[in-house]
């Protein structure tokens, strides 16, 4: 299941959109203008966004411009979706960083079709990035091993906070709530509840000093690693 938002402000094309990608599974969201997009993208992470040229307030481009330039949604895949008449604007898009587009009226089996080639790319780049050693001062966190270790010492952690770190490490800047953190490092050697969660974070935070401060609570969200003080 991915997330997809959706940024568009055609309601029948919001509908036809939001039937047919839940029908394939995904997780949708609609938001009929661009700032209203950007806002709930900086509110809650995204796998893909559908996005609308000739839009309310931001216009698509603009969305797209202002995207590609924030670390934190420079990697989210964009669909653009146009009239057939802004075709010009769909080469600046591509110039500006949109993935793919779709040109309105689309057949909505091309439209699943393209989204799901570029949710399947972005997530070799997710497996890829996965693999690799984060090193942050004397920290390396090695998801090969499923280790973490500080200096020369092994820090003991239960396979919970070891997914717990490396994920977080894996997305610095983003804040995630913990159902979302619970998605992602739940099937492990426990049952994860939203309740434990909290008490896997301490107990990481415990274990990797000095480096718990990588782990900032989010009031009112969650938690963000923040590594840019190290
Ligand atoms: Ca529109």
């Not at 966004?49 to 995207?67: S, T």
């Not at 497996?127 to 090969?144: C, E, F, M």
């Amino acid at each position: 299941m991915s997330r997809i938002l959706v940024i568009e402000d055609e309601p029948d094309i919001q509908t036809l959109m939001q039937f047919n990608l839940q029908r394939e599974g995904h997780q949708v969201t609609i938001m009929g203008s661009g700032d209203d997009g950007l806002h709930e993208l900086r509110r809650q992470p995204y796998d893909l966004v559908l996005l609308d040229l000739m839009l309310p307030d931001k216009d698509g481009i603009e969305v797209c411009r202002i995207m590609r330039a924030d670390a934190n949604l420079v990697s989210i895949p964009i669909i653009m979706v146009t009239a057939k008449s802004e075709e010009s604007d769909v080469v600046l898009g591509l110039g500006l960083g949109a993935d793919d587009y779709v040109i309105k009226p689309f057949r909505v089996k091309e439209l699943l079709a393209r989204v799901k080639v570029r949710l399947a790319r972005a997530q070799d780049v997710d497996a890829n990035a996965s693999k690799k050693r984060i090193h942050i001062g004397q920290l390396i966190i090695d998801p090969v091993r499923h280790a973490a270790v500080i200096g020369e010492e092994v820090v003991p952690l239960t396979l919970t906070e070891f997914k717990l770190l490396h994920f977080l490490a894996t997305h610095p800047g983003v804040a995630y709530g913990r159902y979302d953190l619970l998605d992602r490092v739940s099937g492990g050697d426990s049952v994860v509840t939203d309740r434990t969660l909290d008490v896997h974070v301490r107990n990481l935070r415990a274990k990797i000093k000095p480096y718990d401060q990588l782990i900032e609570t989010v009031r009112g969200v969650g938690y963000r690693f923040n590594d840019a003080t190290h």
